[in-house]
């Protein structure tokens, strides 16, 4: 089993910025892709973006490109999510979540997550 914790979402004006971070814990060997992904009240979950343990590929949803980084510290097992330019339709619960088998946009392959933490962007 893997463990994820999120921290870092709040409160923040719309232009500003926030990091999120996702530490992993347990067999965490097994992971081979790690993602974030968002949802909004009525909305279903949808791809942020998502990164390869080794190597570090990145991927993201045209949504964030440009606006969001993801990156690993893999000494410290955690992946974190740097947001600039925050707009209000980005204000979601963010999850980070874990896959053993690379990346994927699609949530339904990932095997691990979080309890999520809620960005929200004023205008």
């Known amino acids: 089993q893997v463990q994820l914790v999120e921290s870092g979402g709040g409160l923040v004006q719309a232009g500003g910025s926030l990091r999120l971070s996702c530490t992993a814990s347990?067999?965490?060997?097994?992971?081979?892709?790690m993602g974030w992904f968002r949802q909004a009240p009525g909305k279903e979950r949808e791809f942020v973006a998502a990164?390869?343990?080794?190597?570090?590929?990145?991927y993201y949803a045209d949504s964030v490109k440009g606006r969001f980084t993801i990156s690993r510290d893999n000494a410290k097992n955690t992946v974190y999510l740097q947001m600039n330019s925050l707009k209000p339709e980005d204000t979601a619960v963010y999850y980070c979540?874990?896959?053993?088998?690379?990346?994927?946009?699609?949530?339904?392959?990932?095997?691990?997550w979080g309890q999520g933490t809620q960005v929200t962007v004023s205008s």
């Open positions: 990164i390869r343990w080794s190597g570090g590929s990145t």
């Open positions: 979540a874990a896959k053993s088998t690379g990346v994927s946009p699609f949530s339904a392959r990932y095997d691990y």
């Open positions: 347990g067999r965490t060997f097994t992971v081979l892709g």
